[in-house]
């Protein structure tokens, strides 16, 4: 299962299509992003230091090929560049780095009852100046999610603009909103408008913030109230992505906006394909200068799990979020003539069937005049099928596709099997039961054995999984790829089958014929975990508003809940500190702060030089020999210990704590783990005699050498009231890499 089919790609992360849209003018330039760091001080302007390095490279004015100009929160700006003119910026003064301008993809509810949040949880009447802004496909200023009744005008803080126009207003639960397309370029299927005609962005955006709305489904399925973790919060929404990608230009010229705006959490459910350089990944960059403006990134971690190393979003200074499971799931009945009933999972039946129909294997109905013979059809594959001989029957397929083929045949549903994709369901065009391949080879057995096959695909039906909660299959793994002794990802939060608000420009599967359209949808990603996560930030942040994104950060990761190792066998590579408990996140005890120097100093031993991190960080910076390397000393929450091909190693860890629960405390340390790892903490008691006084510890972890890929333990500190848990990991690095 290391990699999922591309139509799941397509219809969990959306957007693959691929439009060209480069000016048949400037042929041999392509975009290109010129990242220049923190905004400069004093008289200087951005607009004409960038101006001046755009005219030296270029030649000319330069402004014909300036596309976006970066201004508010940082330095930088988008242009139209030559190889050769990218490659002499990137070494003038005053860059930092210079990066095509790349495509990024999309990476109820149930699911905060299910992480033991429940809707009376305790709010502060403060929640409701809370702002969370939202880089995404838009949003459906129609849902209920999103009715203003009830809220007041804007948090004076508020400094962003809505984009209207006669399709869209803002109103005052959703304050902000804007498009943002550096080309121009709006697909034809999409708005010039902050409006989402995909979906995506109205889903997160209501998992968040979205209102408290009972009686919510998908067509009966998932029914219940649908809510956001902070339902009194205003939303500010970031169009970035359109139907053929988010382009690195637009995510970078929405957090310019987004951080100057005023918000207070950034949510962020979008990622590359490969781990990029910190300064060279738009979505670090953004959450590096929102990091310096207080505000946290939440980042999905990925879709491309479950691969070693291939979380996509792993900042230290961001939120790197995986999905697990809740404990509903949804299971899709294929009734056949001889009365035996097979139960599928993977797809949604929203259709009601009410009679047996004809029942038919695709490898038996070929279109021939496509010159297409049993080997295709059986597939069912797009064109492959013969109209009149599949038309108001049941198709049986060998493959594993979007049912389009099925449907555009004028079939009355489909069967495949679901190849061992489990424990996710969505929506497709047609009535659909995705079966255990063994089972459709039964299905197959009894076409056979009868002149007269029939079946019929009942409407879905919800049970328990059992085995929840645990991170799904398809969630990005650690080891972070760029900062090896950095743990990633950072925590665990629902993303599988989260009910949510939807857009109503498109129907449910965006096929044509699909009539169903649905103002409430069920889908799965590391996309839907991650504003779970905001919201959860957005909750403690209404509690503590002066605390920096790391002490939010610290205060979800110290009070999640540890998996099971048995249905996690990658541990925290797979899911971080653990499951997100929004209600004790609130009140964590202590805290592991950090600030812009801790991350300076991080970066420093990274191996950036102080050239660089100048321009970055606008202030001056020496990056002493000592710091060389230790990155691992970064105040974090949680503690990774990289071994060479598994060789032993022991390495010290100095960490601080701020006391943020009762005054006067007394934390003692319990260390936790198998024999092969050592655990010593130095001090091993911690007395706070007042709130916000830090106290400074070691972690001392030996490693003998590691017989498996990955083990783990722990340090709580335990004052008899709060319990502050870090993972402690311990793996094989393989030097081949
Ligand atoms: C809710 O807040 C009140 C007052 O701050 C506190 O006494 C109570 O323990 C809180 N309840 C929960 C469940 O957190
Ligand atoms: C306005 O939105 C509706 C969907 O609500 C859409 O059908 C229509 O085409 C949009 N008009 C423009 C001008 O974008
Ligand atoms: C299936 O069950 C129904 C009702 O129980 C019965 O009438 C019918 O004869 C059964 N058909 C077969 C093929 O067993
Ligand atoms: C479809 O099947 C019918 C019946 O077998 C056959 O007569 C016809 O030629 C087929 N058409 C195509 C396009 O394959
Ligand atoms: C069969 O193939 C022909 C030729 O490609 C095509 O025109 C026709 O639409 C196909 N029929 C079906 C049912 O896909
Ligand atoms: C399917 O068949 C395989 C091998 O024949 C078996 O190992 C597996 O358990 C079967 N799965 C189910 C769901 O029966
Ligand atoms: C069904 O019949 C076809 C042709 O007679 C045969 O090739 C195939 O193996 C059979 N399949 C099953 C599952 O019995
Ligand atoms: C930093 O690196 C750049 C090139 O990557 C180089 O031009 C510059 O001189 C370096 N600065 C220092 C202080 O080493
Ligand atoms: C950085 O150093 C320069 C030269 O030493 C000094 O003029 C400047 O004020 C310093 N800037 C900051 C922000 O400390």
Redesign the pocket.
Known sequence: MACPPSWLLLISLACTLLISCSGAANKDRKEYIVYMGDLPKGQVSASSLQANILQEVTGSSGSEYLLHSYKRSFNGFVARLTEEESKELSSMDGVVSVFPNGKKKLLTTRSWDFIGFPLEANKTTTESDIIVGMLDTGIWPESASFSDEGFGPPPSKWKGTCQTSSNFTCNNKIIGAKYYRSDGFIPSVDFASPRDTEGHGTHTASTAAGNVVSGASLLGLGAGTARGGTPSARIAAYKICWADGCYDADILAAFDDAIADGVDIISLSVGGSFPLDYFEDPIAIGAFHSMKNGILTSNAGGNSGPDPASITNFSPWSLSVAASVIDRKFLTALHLGNNLTYEGELSLNTFEMNDMVPLIYGGDAPNTSAGSDAYYSRYCLEGSLNESLVTGKIVLCDGLGDGVGAMSAGAAGTVMPNHGYTDLSFAFPLPTSCL????TSDVHEYINSTSTPTANIQKTTEAKNELAPFVVWFSSRGPNPITRDILSPDIAAPGVNILAAWTEASSLTGVPGDTRVVPYNIISGTSMACPHASGAAAYVKSFHPTWSPAAIKSALMTTASRLSVETNTDLEFAYGAGQLNPLLAANPGLVYDAGEADYIKFLCGQGYNTTKLHLVTGENITCSAATNGTVWDLNYPSFAVSTDNGAGVTRTFTRTVTNIGSPVSTYKANVAGPPELSIQVEPSVLSFKSLGETQTFTVTVGVAALSSPVISGSLVWDDGVYRVRSPIVAYVYDLKH
Do not use: E, L, V
Request: charged letters at 25%.
């Open positions: 255990d391949s063994n089972y």
